[in-house]
């Protein structure tokens, strides 16, 4: 056998490797030519191990695009649920080009940091609609406060976003009390409050919303959803931009 050949070979093993998923196994080798192939896998591997390094960067490559077309199929199927709920407020500009979705909890550690990069976003982008959507996933309480929220909305709209501002960045577990005691703090009393709540609860809402989240396939708290992605985690304020930039480039978050 030459080099030649055995380079050659060595290649398209290597393929053979790569794509191992979408083809059968090579039956019409025997053992020798299987032990040999093996060998040659493992030495050009070891002599160009860059080579692993490319097929990583190739994988998450395709696994991000396959995310983004996913991402995009969805929120277009979405979109009024998204950008448009009734159970949602709306901050910043209410004509704003760009529109910035947050899914978040108010016990969320992370979307207490986050809170600040909304604040500053607001201040330096005037042309940005935020969307505030209640997703309560850590528990009772969470639940139990967002049920206080949502009661605070439908008696007070034009105070709720002061009224986001302050639970979120309270210290200490949120709660229906905690939730309450804001309210109070606000001007609704608490007798108003639960009066709304027994009225007028939110469990279809919660439940739309869960149903949302899982067709977005967002599992934690804060997650956004800007253009044609949504986006898991506290991404930061400068990301946050980014995104918003080329959405206003090419009209998705990645040109």
Do not use: W
């Amino acid at each position: 056998m030459t080099f030649s050949f055995k380079s050659l070979l060595t290649v398209a093993a290597i393929a053979l490797t790569a794509s191992f998923a979408t083809i059968q196994p090579a039956a019409a080798l025997d053992d020798q030519q299987k032990k040999e192939m093996g060998e040659f896998i493992k030495e050009y591997l070891v002599e160009h191990p860059e080579v692993l390094l490319d097929a990583q960067a190739a994988l998450e490559k395709k696994q991000e695009a396959a995310r983004l077309a996913q991402s995009s199929q969805v929120i277009a199927q979405n979109k009024d649920a998204i950008f448009n709920s009734k159970d949602d407020v709306a901050i910043g500009n209410p004509k704003g080009s760009i529109t910035v979705v947050e899914f978040f909890d108010y016990n969320c550690t992370y979307c207490r940091h986050a809170l600040g990069d909304m604040d500053t976003l607001l201040k330096q982008d005037k042309d940005v609609r935020f969307v505030l959507k209640e997703f309560p996933i850590l528990g009772a309480d969470s639940v139990a406060a967002s049920r206080v929220s949502d009661a605070f909305r439908k008696l007070a709209p034009e105070k709720y976003a002061e009224f986001h501002h302050t639970l979120l960045s309270s210290d200490g577990r949120a709660s229906e009390d905690s939730a309450i005691e804001v309210a109070a703090s606000l001007g609704v009393k608490e007798a108003a409050i639960r009066a709304e709540m027994a009225k007028s609860p939110n469990n279809d809402m919660i439940k739309a919303t869960y149903q949302l989240a899982t067709d977005l396939n967002v599992t934690g708290t804060p997650a956004y959803v800007i253009g044609n992605e949504t986006i898991s985690g506290a991404i930061g304020l400068e990301a946050i931009q980014q995104k918003i930039a080329n959405v206003r480039s090419c009209g998705k978050t990645t040109c």
